[in-house]
Structure formats: structure tokens, C-alpha cells
């Protein structure tokens, strides 16, 4: 099993450009999400997803879009990228949402935006 | 959220036991306990959770206070590997997003 893929593992964008991090996993998890961790701050919830089909808001939803159209894959949008959005992202994925699951984390994409 | 308070950073010897501690004073009843651990350039990286018992498997033991309010993390045998940040969260499937709240996390020096 590879867990949770992310790509890509790095990327420089300009302020206004687009782009989509991709996240995978192959545990058959219902529940996946997106965290951002900026320099020396722990970890802050983005989007998460209960099920193919079903997204919502986390704490800092603003200027990301997500989708999740099947179990494995939760890609995560920028719509229009700003300097406030560099960060290092990572995905996450669970069984279920319940809490007595642990998570499983991909390795991060680093995003430089300029 | 409930919160957790954790020292901001331990040192330990080489294959010493280590002993992280976590103050969740305001957990509810529902909360369970999760630790998490983040190596340098890396995701972080479930270690163990509980609900109200001690729970032990390969990488760590975890010992629940009897009346919920603090807990500790207790690596046995501590390796150059295990330098880390580790973080205590509290987990409810109720809250938004079932999210983790990470806060600061203690930083675990390793000493050969």
C-alpha cells in the first residue's frame, strides 16, 4: 500500500495563478482533508470530505475549492494564488469520521507563492 | 475546541524512556486522546490514541489520568529516530470536520 500520495512535492507560483494539488490514498478511507502548516505553527484544517460526493469548510477555507468525485482521490484547488498561501499542505485520510481512527498523512506539497 | 498544554520542548538520552506530558483540563466525555508525531520535512505521523484506558502498542504507551485530565506519552526506549515534534490532540467526532486541533507541540531532543 502507498498510504497517501501527494504531488507535487514542490511548487513556485505567481501571485494570481492557478493550480490543483492532488492527493490519493489506497485504504479505501472514507474520510479525507486538507491542512496547511505555516512556518513554526502547528496544523490548520483547509476542506475535508466524509464520502465521495460530500465536502465542507474547515477553519481556513478562503481561496480553495475542493471536490470528490471518488474514495480515493481529494484534489484541492487555488483558485487564485496569493503570497498568504505559501505554505507547506498536507493531505490526510481516515476510515471513517468517527474518532476512534487514526489518520494517516501524505508527505506535503511545499508551495511557494511569489 | 478543548485544548492541551504541552512543555515546548524535552531532551532525553538515547535508549532512556521518555515521558511527554499533556494537560487537557476542559476534555469532554466524548474526546479521545491522540498523539502525533512530525520529524523534520515529513507529515506528521499517528502514534497512539485513547478514549479513558492505557493503551500500548508498538511505538509508544499512552497513560490516561483517572479523571481525564492529563495524559502521558511514554516512549520506552528512545532512538536518535524519534526526535520529533509530538503533538497531543483531542479528537471529537462531533466537532467540525472531526477536525485535529494541533496546537505547539512539545519537541523531543534525542542526545546519542
Known amino acids: 500500500n502507498a498510504g497517501v500520495t501527494q504531488t507535487p512535492k514542490f511548487q513556485v507560483l505567481k501571485t494570481g495563478q492557478s493550480m490543483t494539488l492532488q492527493c490519493a490514498q489506497d485504504m479505501n478511507h472514507e474520510y479525507m482533508s486538507w491542512y496547511r502548516q505555516d512556518p513554526g505553527m502547528g496544523l490548520r484544517l483547509i476542506h475535508y470530505s466524509v464520502g465521495a460526493g460530500i465536502t465542507d469548510q474547515g477553519e481556513v477555507p478562503n481561496g480553495y475549492n475542493v471536490s470528490r468525485s471518488t474514495t480515493e482521490d481529494f484534489p484541492l484547488r487555488l483558485l487564485s494564488a496569493a503570497p498568504s498561501q505559501t505554505s507547506v499542505y498536507f493531505c490526510?485520510?481516515?476510515?471513517?469520521?468517527?474518532?476512534?481512527?487514526?489518520?494517516?498523512f501524505g508527505s506535503g506539497t511545499r508551495l511557494t507563492v511569489v | 475546541d478543548a485544548k492541551t498544554t504541552q512543555p515546548n520542548s524535552m531532551e532525553s538520552n538515547e535508549e532512556e524512556p521518555v515521558h511527554l506530558p499533556c494537560n487537557h483540563s476542559?476534555?469532554?466525555?466524548?474526546?479521545?486522546i491522540h498523539w502525533y508525531r512530525q520529524l523534520p520535512s515529513q507529515g506528521p505521523e499517528y502514534v497512539i490514541h485513547?478514549?479513558?484506558s492505557n493503551v500500548n502498542n508498538r511505538m509508544a504507551s499512552l497513560a490516561i489520568a483517572e479523571d481525564r485530565k492529563s495524559s502521558t506519552l511514554i516512549l520506552h526506549r528512545a532512538t536518535l529516530r524519534d526526535a520529533a515534534v509530538y503533538y497531543c490532540i483531542l479528537s471529537n467526532e462531533a466537532a467540525a470536520g472531526n477536525k485535529l486541533t494541533f496546537g505547539g507541540g512539545t519537541r523531543v531532543l534525542v542526545k546519542p
Open positions: 490526510a485520510s481516515s476510515r471513517t469520521r468517527g474518532s476512534n481512527y487514526g489518520y494517516t
Open positions: 476542559t476534555i469532554s466525555g466524548t474526546d479521545y
Open positions: 485513547g478514549l479513558t
